[in-house]
């Protein structure tokens, strides 16, 4: 059996595809953002805005290799810090053994990103088990890049 592997293509209407698609199968899920908002529990834009206006001590934490930020750049928002850690699908260690030096305000809202919002959201878990009060999971970059803030 080959292991499958995302596309991670935008294809029709701005969809994003996230699933597999294998070399044998060619089959791919492509998933909106209102569908990877209900699957993965995605904050919506308009509350992404209110917290970055309301809350000057907001952190935006970018969950993405090294590569994907090359790639396509890093999201700002006006003085808010901007902090990198990986995570995997599968793996927030990283995450768990640097959250406290990197996010030292557990008070301090926490919006997190990667591509699609699958990542984000295991950030998301891991923050909250460590006792981080707000955590948002605003899905991918591409998602929130054209924000007008």
Not at 30 to 47: A, V
Not at 91 to 106: F, G, I, Q, R
Not at 129 to 145: F, H, P, R, S, W
Request: glycine residues 6%; aromatic residues 6%.
């Amino acid at each position: 059996t080959r292991q499958q592997k995302p596309c991670r293509q935008k294809h029709s209407q701005g969809k994003l595809c996230l699933y597999p698609t294998t070399s044998t199968t060619r089959s791919t899920v492509i998933m909106s953002y209102q569908e990877r908002t209900e699957q993965f529990g995605l904050t919506s834009k308009d509350e992404l805005k209110d917290v970055l206006q309301k809350h000057a001590n907001a952190v935006l934490l970018d969950v993405r290799q090294a590569k994907e930020i090359e790639e396509s750049g890093k999201f700002t928002a006006g003085d808010h810090p901007w902090v990198h850690v990986p995570v995997m699908p599968t793996d927030s260690e990283e995450l768990k053994s640097t959250c406290a030096k990197v996010l030292p305000d557990k008070e301090a809202p926490v919006i997190v990103y990667c591509k699609s919002g699958r990542r984000a959201s295991v950030a998301k878990s891991t923050l909250e088990e460590q006792g981080y009060k707000t955590v948002l999971n605003v899905g991918g970059y591409d998602d929130i890049a054209d924000l007008k803030l």
